[in-house]
């Protein structure tokens, strides 16, 4: 049987980086009218929540939330925009050329319990939001 979004967060006990509760603060920053999510789970590799808005009509998501799981124990978070979707200020972003579903990417990975870079993320996904609605 498939892993559901809900048996994944029930299964994850270990979170020293404290990136479970940045996942589910990021999911709750997106859950908003006419935005859905998809969950692709790929365990030991990664498990992925993809956001997309309803007006999207190009692209099938917006955002690209990894939990990263070559460590279970040791979990972290790569959440990946199309390049064209946000900016980077801080220039704190990897640029991953053709990373997203074929199309240039802008990762930025939150891989300890940092709030600055946690707050800095949840801007960037307001900012993709706001993007995929226009």
């Not at 994944?8 to 270990?14: D, E, I, M, N």
């Not at 908003?32 to 498990?47: H, N």
């Not at 990894?66 to 946000?86: G, Q, T």
């Amino acid at each position: 049987m498939a892993e559901t979004w809900e048996s994944f967060l029930a299964g994850w006990s270990v979170d020293p980086n404290h990136a479970k509760e940045a996942l589910l603060a990021f999911q709750k920053l997106l859950s908003v009218p006419d935005v859905t999510f998809d969950f692709k789970a790929r365990p030991s590799i990664s498990y992925s929540l993809r956001a997309r808005h309803k007006a999207q009509q190009k692209r099938e998501l917006f955002v690209l939330i990894d939990v990263i799981d070559d460590e279970p124990e040791n979990r972290w978070l790569s959440v990946c925009f199309y390049a064209d979707m946000v900016s980077d200020p801080d220039e704190l972003a990897d640029f991953v050329p053709k990373g997203l579903l074929g199309e240039d990417a802008c990762c930025f990975n939150l891989e300890d319990d940092n709030p600055k870079m946690q707050a800095y993320i949840a801007e960037r996904l307001r900012e993709a939001l706001d993007h995929a609605k226009a």
